[in-house]
C-alpha cells in the first residue's frame, strides 16, 4: 500500500515527532540543571545491554548511577540491576519498539536524579525504531554483538549515524566468529568518522577500561 492510500499518514509522523522532541528537549533541560549525564544505550536483543550495566555499575563504586530499563513486557533486567542496589525505573512499553521522550519524562520522579553522576536508558531492543526518538540524553551509544556478524553498518545504517560511541560486544567469542573487525570499523566510520569503535568482552572484563574511560570522560 503506498502512502498516498494513508490520508493525514506523513503530517500524523511529523506531528508525533516534533512532540517528542518538544518534551525531549525539556528532559535535556532538566537533566542538566542537576549535573546528570545521561547514555542512551541502542542494541539488538541478546547483544548483552545488561551485562554491560552490570559490569559498569560493578567497576564504577564511585559513580552514582541510575538506569533506566526498556522493554516491551517484563522486568526481568530491572530486577538484575536492582539486585546490585542501583536506583532503576523499569519501563514496559506494551509493544512498542522504542522508549520515546513522555515515557522517559513519566519515570524520572521515581529516581534520585538529584543524588546521580550518570543515568543509563537501556533501550527496548531494536537496531531501527529507537533511532528516530530523542529522549534527552546526554549522548548515544551503540552496541554490536560479534556474532550479529560485521555487515550490520550495511544494514542498520542510521543507528551508526546517530551514535556518539560504538561498542562492539563479546569479544570473548572472537575465536569463534568471523567477525572481521578492520572491516566493521571502516563501515561505521564511512557512515559516522567521529565514533570511536571500542570493542570489550563484559564477561572477562576484556577492553572494559577503554569503556569505562570514555564514562568518566563523558560525565558532565
Known sequence: ??????????????????????????????????????????????????????????????????????????????????????????????????LDAPMIRRAMPELPLDDLDVLFIENVGNLICPVSFDLGQSYNVGLISLPEGDDKPYKYPAIFEAVDLVLVTKLDLRPYLDFNLDRFTELVHGLNPDAPVLCLSAKTGEGLGEWLRWVKTHLG
Open 1 to 98: 500500500m503506498s502512502e498516498q492510500t494513508i490520508p493525514g499518514r506523513v503530517p500524523v509522523v511529523q506531528k508525533l515527532l516534533t512532540a517528542n522532541e518538544q518534551v525531549a528537549a525539556d528532559n535535556r533541560e532538566y537533566f542538566a540543571a542537576r549535573h546528570v549525564t545521561v547514555i542512551n544505550i541502542m542494541a539488538s536483543p541478546g547483544a548483552g545491554k545488561t551485562t554491560l550495566l552490570l559490569a559498569t555499575i560493578a567497576a564504577l563504586p564511585e559513580l552514582r548511577i541510575g538506569v533506566i530499563e526498556g522493554d516491551v513486557a517484563s522486568q526481568v533486567d530491572a530486577d538484575k540491576i536492582a539486585e546490585t542496589g542501583t536506583p532503576v525505573v523499569q519501563i514496559n512499553t506494551g509493544g512498542a519498539c522504542h
